[in-house]
DNA sequence: CTTCCCAGCGCG
DNA sequence: AAAGCGCGCTGGGAAG
């Protein structure tokens, strides 16, 4: 059952529809429901199990989630036509040219075809007091169901502009699930939050800092430290956090560094450096994460950051507000279970190495991902048993490493892994030739910069260098494209899995715990003790479970290390 | 005064 | 030990 909703003047409203997006015959009428009224009628609704469509989860599930109305299952069409509007497997359709041509003509595209920025938070409870998100043109009732069908249709035809390819349409479709599945799961996380501990936090803060001063001051620890810098650099008015300034200072002393990054600054024996270095790591701390950061992100036990489903062309997610996707080590402690609960912080061993694997069906790199630490075998095959030589390589054949160790040992590892590194080299090339590049379910990279196609214009010989510079850089984009992208495919569909195995216990009437974080290959999930096993099968259940979705029953594995702790500084 | 960019560093 | 990819956030500092 499909069921779009919509805003309206009055409200919302509501219409069944087919799964090729037209209107359900037996039941064709839009229905309107007053705001007031919305979360019990979609409550009710909730119980047949309906895909709900709309123009953007972000419009209507996190209100919804406030009302205490949990769903299932979503579709996204801003979300999904970002996609499909990009995609190679689609970009023979007359949906990918449309969303073409709204690029070209540079007109605000309907709904969105992925061009619109991310859109600011609703207004807290905005959604059941006012006429609704986005009550614009566009976004009509009939305007979101033409686009449904629209997508609908790009969809059925997905494969290449020959033919129409059944694996790609299945993948794409897999991918366009996983991702409206991701944008409830980022609007549940939000709900839901992170457990923070306050006190544990002023604690770290002050044992590295000091107590906390007033506001505009430096803290003790900082205080001292700037003071004993001024000594030592004889440059009494020195603000250590000015570059400039401190560059001079630095210069005034014999100590010729170009930037004052910390591994430059650790080239030099002068005795500055080290309380220097001590202020940088302080001073961060309080700038990112002190006592400001505490203020002004955690209430009431909770860290309730906003992430960004489709915020980064590869599919990862990002955030806005609180740098969740940044949690430095440092404050991790802070991060502490309830009482009667533990924290399962789960990450994918090796995420971007075994997708390499699988992408490129490296038989013999697939030999060394058996082994729990694929690094470990990869050095027993080709680099004399040096786990830390296998895994420069392998990162920087991932990166695109052309200097340093990295790139020196790039020809040994093409050697011994001929199609992982042609893998990975030929999407390279395409990228420096101007072709766009895809994942394995189905999101492509972006078409060339203007800079790019700028360039492509060089003439003179100062010129074509920069030409180069400019096309090796998109190379180094696209390689690593490939790999990220596939690696985001298969998290969201881990995380989708595990999110519906979840609730799966949940509604059998397990205990079972919540999703409360998310970072790109690693988990957090807030969980009663009696529910801790339960959820740590469910979490390696879904990685094996994204590793079919993606590629089938291939000799790969994607182990995933699972930590049950209190605190989360003690996951590793 | 506000707005924007950069350097630097946190995370994967 | 950094570099090769992707991000967000901060304070400083220049530009408007």
């Known amino acids: 059952m499909y069921l779009l909703l919509a805003a309206h003047a009055d409200g919302a409203a509501l219409q069944q529809l087919t799964a090729d997006g037209s209107p359900e015959p037996s039941n064709p009428e839009p229905r309107v429901v007053r705001p007031e009224d919305l979360p019990g009628v979609v409550r009710g609704l909730e119980e047949r199990h309906p895909r709900w469509i709309w123009h953007r989860t972000q419009d209507w599930y996190p209100a919804l989630l406030r009302a205490g109305v949990e769903l299932e299952r979503c579709y996204d069409l801003t979300l999904c036509g970002s996609i499909l509007a990009h995609s190679e497997f689609t970009a023979h359709t007359g949906y990918a040219q449309a969303a073409e041509k709204l690029t070209q003509d540079d007109e605000l595209p309907l709904p969105s075809r992925g061009l619109q920025p991310p859109p600011p938070p609703p207004e807290q409870g905005a959604l059941f007091d006012a006429p609704a998100p986005g009550h614009r043109p566009g976004q009509s009732l009939e305007a979101l169901r033409a686009e449904y ?52 936090h002023e604690q770290i803060l002050a044992d ?9 001051q430096r803290p003790a620890k900082l205080e001292a430290l700037t003071a004993e810098l001024r000594r030592l650099l004889q440059s009494p008015a020195l603000n250590p956090d000015s570059p400039q300034d401190l560059m001079r200072a630095l210069h005034r002393n014999g100590i010729e560094v170009k930037t004052t990054r910390q591994w430059e600054l650790k080239e030099s024996s002068h005795p ?9 790591k302080l001073a961060r701390l309080h700038a990112a994460n002190g006592w400001a950061w505490l203020d002004m992100w955690v209430k009431d036990g909770r860290f309730q950051p906003e992430y960004v489903v489709g915020g980064v062309v590869s599919g990862r997610w990002a955030s806005r507000g609180g740098g969740a996707l940044q949690i430095p080590r440092q404050i991790r402690g802070a991060v502490h279970a309830d009482p009667g609960y533990k924290l399962i912080v789960a990450d994918a061993s090796q995420l971007e190495p075994r997708v390499l694997v ?35 390589a392998l990162l920087g054949a991932i990166y695109g490493a052309t200097t340093g160790e990295s790139g020196r040992l ?16 030929q999407a390279a090339r395409d990228g420096e030739a101007g072709r766009t590049v895809t994942s394995r379910l189905g999101r492509s990279s972006p078409p060339p910069s203007d800079r790019w196609l700028q360039s492509q214009q060089s003439t003179t010989a100062e010129e074509q260098r920069r030409a180069d510079a400019i096309a090796r850089s998109r190379g180094r984009f696209t390689r690593n494209f490939v790999v990220q992208g596939s690696a985001a495919d298969w998290a969201a569909c881990w995380l989708a899995e595990l999110r519906r195995r979840l609730r799966t216990m949940r509604a059998q009437g397990a205990a079972t715990g919540e999703l409360v974080f998310f970072l790109h290959d690693e988990v957090m999930v807030h969980c009663p003790e009696n529910a801790v096993a339960d959820c740590m099968k469910a979490i390696e259940d879904s990685a094996t479970a994204a590793k079919e979705l993606l590629f089938g029953r291939i000799p790969v594995e994607f182990p995933v290390s699972v930590a049950v702790v209190d605190s989360y500084d003690n996951a590793k």
């Open 149 to 200: 069908a629209a997508q609908q249709e790009a969809l059925r035809h997905a494969g290449t502009a020959i033919v129409t390819d059944a694996g790609r349409r299945q993948r794409l479709q897999l991918l366009l699930a996983a991702e409206s599945a991701g944008a409830m799961i980022a609007a549940e996380m939000q709900h839901t939050g992170v457990p923070w501990r306050e006190e544990l």
């Open 272 to 280: 500055a450096i080290e309380p220097l270095l001590a202020y940088k």
């Open 208 to 216: 590295y800092l000091g107590p906390r001063p007033a506001p505009g």
């Open 410 to 425: 790039m020809p040994q590892l093409a050697r011994t892994y001929p199609r992982a590194v042609g893998f990975v080299e």
């Open 358 to 392: 699988a992408l490129a069906q490296d038989a013999k790199m697939a030999e060394a991902a058996r082994d729990k630490d694929l690094y470990a075998g990869i050095a027993a095959q080709g680099f004399g048993g040096d786990r830390a030589k296998a895994k420069v």
